[in-house]
């Protein structure tokens, strides 16, 4: 049980990058998820959450209006596309899935991905 994030690297200020968080040996149908993220140094914070039935969204201020958290359980991934990236915005980013799919604004996820680094750097 298992999940692999994808789609980081290094961008320039202003430019977008959508992460990929693909689910194995379990569905995401009834699962919460959710992207964090952890700047060095800082705590890891949450960024975005979506529950099961998809009808409750959650961003964090600092990224709201700039990204937008998607699942597509047919090929059992979460998305985060990001745009207008700014320099604060690098950090690891991690995905994670809660079996208590009604409730995804909480840190308590059952299922961990290794995270992706994110560098926005002119």
């Known amino acids: 049980l298992q999940l692999v994030e994808s789609g980081g690297g290094l961008v320039q200020p202003g430019g977008s990058l959508r992460l990929s968080c693909a689910a194995s040996?379990?569905?995401?149908?009834?699962?919460?998820v959710a992207w964090f993220r952890q700047a060095p140094g800082k705590e890891r914070e949450g960024v975005s959450c979506?529950?099961?039935?998809?009808?409750?969204?959650y961003y964090v201020d600092f990224v709201k209006g700039r990204f937008t958290i998607s699942r597509d359980n047919a090929k059992n991934t979460v998305y985060l596309q990001m745009n207008r990236l700014k320099s604060e915005d690098t950090a690891v980013y991690y995905c994670a899935a809660r079996s208590s799919g009604d409730v995804c604004r909480t840190h308590q996820y059952d299922y961990w991905g290794q995270g992706t680094q994110v560098t926005v750097s002119s």
């Open positions: 040996g379990f569905s995401l149908d009834y699962y919460a």
């Open positions: 979506m529950n099961s039935s998809e009808n409750s969204t």
